[in-house]
């Protein structure tokens, strides 16, 4: 599966973005699947992942309650919801994804997908 991500852009603290990535292929609601971020200078970090039928999410601490994951199985695409922006969110973000063979699995371990996308870059400025 290939994955293109898009939404990206230069937005003040407070703002919101929305995030997508879309996937090519027939087979979308066969993966589990997940944004990450990487910050200049940082390591990539897990951000959220959504499951195959989306049943199930999570998202890392620090974007609980600002940040929402959805998809959409019929046009094959992933959103992430941005809201509540600060400047620490800065980074590009990477959708990723990975096959899954319960409906239910979310994966926070960057090693366990095995199709990325390009990356949107996200700043805020404070």
């Known amino acids: 599966v290939q994955l293109q991500a898009s939404g990206g852009g230069l937005v003040q603290a407070g703002d919101s973005l929305r995030l997508s990535c879309v996937a090519s292929g027939r087979t979308f609601s066969a993966y589990t699947m997940a944004w990450f971020r990487q910050a200049p200078g940082k390591e990539r970090e897990f951000v959220s992942s959504?499951?195959?039928?989306?049943?199930?999410?999570d998202y890392v601490d620090s974007v609980k309650g600002r940040f929402s994951i959805s998809r959409d199985n019929a046009k094959n695409t992933v959103y992430l919801q941005m809201n509540s922006l600060k400047p620490e969110d800065t980074a590009s973000y990477y959708c990723a994804a990975t096959i899954a063979f319960a409906t239910n699995y979310v994966y926070r371990n960057l090693q366990r997908y095995e199709h990325w996308g390009q990356g949107t870059l996200v700043t805020v400025s404070s």
């Open positions: 959504i499951s195959r039928s989306g049943s199930v999410i």
